[in-house]
């Protein structure tokens, strides 16, 4: 069964860092895209990033560019989302999401999310 | 970016009743749409993938149709279980996106 946990989440400043956790289990992580993808409280969906199964490839939304970096541990079947110069508008239930596989992007499991919350 | 508009955004509905939910996309995204449904409080779950294929284990009363910049999402005869919010959300260009979601609740 596969299985993602997000872990790292928290109460942080405007202006703060945070490192967000993945744990990946069920499955073999090394081979599959690996997304993170938010949800502010009360609103919809947005994708923020995502990395290529050996890492060389890393895509973001505008609004995280230059202030987020995602980066994959496949010896630890870990993913993380180094998340600096936090805003309010960052505030969202991070959630980590796996491809569909052979490349194709959309969002076949999903952890339960962890929750970022930035405010002074 | 790729906008995705939804319509409707909210949507009341009887049990058995035949639902459908469209998703516009800006551009052509030929058949690289998604779909999800999310209750509340609960993680998104995938309906649909390449605009038509139906995730395993997802009810058959589930279909999606369309391509390029036009897509359907229809639900053929309402259960219970089906009221929550529904996205489409494309994966044929850089960013990834989302609509903005639509609502079904019960009438």
């Known amino acids: 069964e596969v299985q993602l946990v997000e872990s790292g989440g928290g109460l942080v400043q405007p202006g703060g860092s945070l490192r967000l956790s993945c744990a990946a289990s069920?499955?073999?992580?090394?081979?599959?895209?690996m997304n993170w993808v938010r949800q502010a409280p009360g609103k919809g969906l947005e994708w923020v990033a995502n990395?290529?199964?050996?890492?060389?490839?890393?895509y973001y939304v505008d609004s995280v560019k230059g202030r987020f970096t995602i980066s994959r541990d496949n010896a630890k079947n870990s993913l993380y989302l180094q998340m600096n110069s936090l805003r309010a508008e960052d505030t969202a239930l991070y959630y980590c999401?796996?491809?569909?596989?052979?490349?194709?992007?959309?969002?076949?499991?999903w952890g339960q999310g962890t929750l970022v919350t930035v405010s002074s | 970016d790729i906008q995705l508009t939804q319509s409707p955004s909210t949507l009341s509905a009887f049990v058995g009743d035949r639902v459908t939910i469209t998703c516009r996309a800006s551009?052509?995204?030929?058949?690289?749409l998604a779909w999800y449904q999310q209750k509340p409080g609960k993680v998104p779950q995938l309906l649909i993938y390449?605009?038509?294929s139906i995730e395993s284990g997802v009810p058959s009363r589930f279909s999606g149709s369309g391509s390029g910049t036009e897509f359907t999402l229809t639900i053929s005869s309402l259960q219970p279980d089906d009221f929550a919010t529904y996205y489409c959300?494309?994966?044929?260009?850089?960013?990834?996106?989302f609509g903005q979601g639509t609502k079904v609740d019960i009438k």
């Open positions: 999401a796996r491809e569909g596989g052979r490349g194709y992007q959309y969002f076949q499991h």
């Open positions: 069920g499955f073999t992580f090394s081979s599959y895209w």
């Open positions: 990395i290529k199964q050996d890492g060389r490839e890393r």
């Open positions: 551009q052509s995204i030929s058949s690289w």
């Open positions: 390449k605009a038509s």
């Open positions: 959300q494309q994966y044929d260009r850089y960013p990834w996106t």
